[in-house]
């Protein structure tokens, strides 16, 4: 059974950084690529951030360009959203799924898959 488990989410002060993680069981983590999505209270799902296999090739949404980087750790099972520059904006519930192949410019929540149960991030102004 495949799980993916998100942590490191939290309340920081604007400008702050945080450090997401997930890890995923039950799967060969290398095959897949991953990504980062982002609920926000009352919005939908958007796509934050994508990597390929290898972690060679990425994609980020347009308003998260420069202050977050997404990486990955396949020895470890472990996907990575480094967060920077926070803004009271960035306030969501952060998810990490598994998409089949990476998808060059754009992210789309309709291909990804094995949904993990979301971490906390609060950026206080």
């Known amino acids: 059974e495949v799980h993916l488990v998100e942590s490191g989410g939290g309340l920081v002060q604007a400008g702050g950084s945080l450090r997401l993680s997930c890890t995923a069981s039950g799967l060969p983590f290398d095959d897949y690529a991953m990504g980062w999505f982002r609920q926000a209270p009352g919005k939908g799902r958007e796509g934050v951030s994508s990597i390929d296999f290898g972690g060679h090739s990425t994609f980020y949404a347009d308003s998260m360009k420069g202050r977050f980087t997404i990486s990955r750790d396949n020895a470890k099972n472990t996907l990575y959203l480094q967060m920077n520059s926070l803004k009271s904006e960035d306030k969501a519930m952060y998810y990490c799924?598994?998409?089949?192949?990476?998808?060059?410019?754009?992210?789309?929540?309709?291909?990804?898959?094995?949904w993990g149960q979301g971490t906390q991030v609060t950026a206080s102004s």
């Open positions: 799924a598994l998409d089949r192949v990476f998808r060059y410019g754009v992210i789309r929540e309709a291909d990804f898959h094995y």
